[in-house]
Each structure stands twice: as structure tokens, then as C-alpha cells.
């Protein structure tokens, strides 16, 4: 079992960053499958950005590219999601999600393809 503990999530204008962090309970977290989602009130849970172990370079949702780069520190074995030119549209709870199993690229953004979740972390951009 893994455990996903996301922070960083806060109240913020339009147009500030924001980082938020993932820190798994496994050292081992590099040989899996991490992803960001999002959920904004009173809609679907939505893909933001994943990274597969055997790939360098993340696979983001076109809304956020250019503006979100996740990032991986192995020595704190910490993920980031770093959130520039916020808008009030990235209002949500936004949760960190992780797989031991691979994933083809055309199957990042399925929720379900995700075993393990964090508890979520509220981001709010309002002026």
C-alpha cells in the first residue's frame, strides 16, 4: 500500500504561482506511474499531468501546458506541480495519484487506471 501526502494548495490571485508537493510513503515511487488530477466544484474529477517511470518528459493536459511543469526531486523523494499564471478556472481540489502498473500513454488520463490516491490539496485563485 502507498501513501500519497499532497501539500502546498492555498489561496492565491489571478496570475500568482503556487507549488504544490507529493510525497509518497515509498522510496520506490520512481518505478511508478505518477499523475496529477484535479477536481473543481460540482464537476468530474480531470487529468492535469503524468509522468511514466521509463519516460523523461510528462504528458500534460493542453489546458495546463505552458503553464504547469511537474517535476520530480529523487533525493526527497518528492513530486511537484508547479502552477504559474493561475486563473480562477484552476479552482479545485487537486490530488496526486499513483500506479505500479504500465501505463500506455493513451491511458494516463483514466482515473481509474490509478491505485493509489492522496487525500487532495484545495487550490483557490480568486481576486
Known amino acids: 500500500q502507498v501513501q500519497l501526502i499532497e501539500s502546498g494548495g492555498g489561496l492565491v490571485r489571478p496570475g500568482d504561482s503556487l507549488r504544490l508537493s507529493c510525497a509518497p510513503s515509498?522510496?520506490?515511487?520512481?518505478?511508478?506511474?505518477i499523475a496529477w488530477f484535479r477536481q473543481a466544484p460540482g464537476k468530474d474529477r480531470e487529468f492535469v499531468v503524468a509522468l511514466k517511470p521509463s519516460s523523461g518528459a510528462p504528458s500534460y493536459a493542453d489546458s495546463e501546458k505552458g503553464r504547469f511543469t511537474f517535476s520530480r526531486d529523487s533525493a526527497k523523494n518528492t513530486m511537484y506541480l508547479q502552477m504559474n499564471s493561475l486563473k480562477s478556472g484552476d479552482t479545485a481540489v487537486y490530488y496526486c495519484?499513483?500506479?505500479?502498473?504500465?501505463?500506455?500513454?493513451?491511458?494516463?488520463?483514466?482515473?481509474?487506471?490509478?491505485?493509489?490516491w492522496g487525500q487532495g490539496t484545495q487550490v483557490t485563485v480568486s481576486s
Open positions: 495519484a499513483a500506479t505500479a502498473r504500465g501505463l500506455i500513454t493513451s491511458s494516463l488520463r483514466t482515473i481509474a487506471n490509478y491505485d493509489y
Open positions: 515509498t522510496r520506490t515511487i520512481r518505478t511508478y506511474t
